[in-house]
């Protein structure tokens, strides 16, 4: 039988599991919720149990598992497999993931930041699954990025490489979660999208709409919105800046934009292909693809698998 791995994504709200083969096809899905207000070991507690559950509906045993990833939003070391801090998941100050994990399950454990997870699954069996390097930026409640160089993960010295949702795009600009002003994540992300809509057109009725969500904002520029079309313009031009800077440091083959926003469909991607052109030097812009993810939510769950099934096979983390 062919080797077996699990890939979870770790989220405020819900744990997503995956059962993936070597090759990276997903053959069986689990979601439960994180139930995070509980803390870190009720959490890491759950992951296992829902490991195991993941096996008994597959008629798997634990044995038949041959090693577990796990992809975690924040800063983490991912040599230690310990997350040094997850802001959406209250408690998380450098909790000892992969240990955990290991005691409990009896399999090797490997611990991803969640957006270096995503790009290793589109570059395995995804959008980026034809080229060497390649970025990947995750546009959801924040703005994450993965890089992928000659076929590997780029972490950077200290596992903070890739955050390009912290890019200055606007210097002095606005407040971001991370303390500093201008940030591309204060601008780019679902969040800042609503945000900066409600502060554009605050008397409308749908800026006061309760729940409002960047899908909303999204539509209403396609309805004829000019207030809901100034935003949506303004985060593609935003978005190009930052993948300029990339284009420049990096000089990647493939960009790969994933995460609920990209629901806002080609017209949008095609908006920040037409900014990119116009910053980036031509040599750069001509070799590099701008395009949408093709794995959607799954790209963490293959991702967190195949870099388990990465260490699994060769020994060295993906």
């Excluded at 993936?20 to 053959?27: F, I, K, N, Q, R």
């Excluded at 899905?29 to 890491?44: C, F, I, K």
């Excluded at 971001?176 to 002003?181: A, E, S, T």
Aim: charged share 20%.
């Amino acid at each position: 039988m062919t080797k077996r791995y699990v890939g979870i994504d770790l989220g405020g709200t819900n744990l997503k599991l995956g059962l993936v083969s070597a090759e990276g096809d997903l053959l069986r899905r689990l979601a439960v919720p994180t139930e995070a207000a509980q803390g870190p070991d009720h959490v890491l507690a759950r992951m296992a149990d829902a490991v195991r559950q993941l096996a008994e509906v597959a008629d798997l045993a634990m044995d038949d598992l041959a090693a577990v990833g796990v992809g975690v939003p924040g800063p983490l070391d991912s040599e230690a497999g310990l997350v040094h801090f997850a802001p959406n998941l209250a408690g998380w100050i450098d909790v000892p993931v992969r240990d955990t994990l290991q005691d409990a399950l009896g399999r090797t454990v490997v611990v991803e930041n969640d957006a270096n997870a995503a790009a290793y699954g589109e570059f395995r069996v995804g959008a980026g699954r034809q080229v060497q390097s390649l970025f990947v930026l995750t546009l959801g409640t924040g703005v994450g990025g993965g890089i992928i160089q000659d076929g590997r993960l780029l972490r950077g010295a200290t596992d903070t490489g890739a955050e390009l949702g912290h890019v200055i795009v606007a210097y002095g600009g606005r407040l971001c979660g991370c303390g500093n002003r201008g940030c591309l994540e204060a601008y780019a992300s679902a969040t800042a999208v609503v945000d900066r809509f409600r502060q554009e057109a605050g008397v409308s009725d749908l800026a006061r709409r309760d729940g409002l969500e960047a899908k909303d904002v999204f539509e209403a520029a396609a309805g004829g919105s000019k207030a809901a079309a100034r935003i949506v313009a303004e985060t593609a031009e935003y978005l190009a800046v930052g993948i300029t800077s990339i284009l420049h440091v990096l000089n990647p083959e493939m960009v790969v934009l994933t995460g609920g926003m990209m629901g806002a469909g080609e017209a949008f991607l095609e908006e920040i292909r037409g900014h990119v052109r116009r910053l980036a030097f031509p040599s750069a812009w001509e070799a590099c693809q701008i395009r949408a993810s093709t794995l959607g939510g799954d790209a963490g769950i293959l991702g967190t698998a195949l870099a388990a099934e990465t260490l699994d096979r060769t020994g060295r983390p993906a």
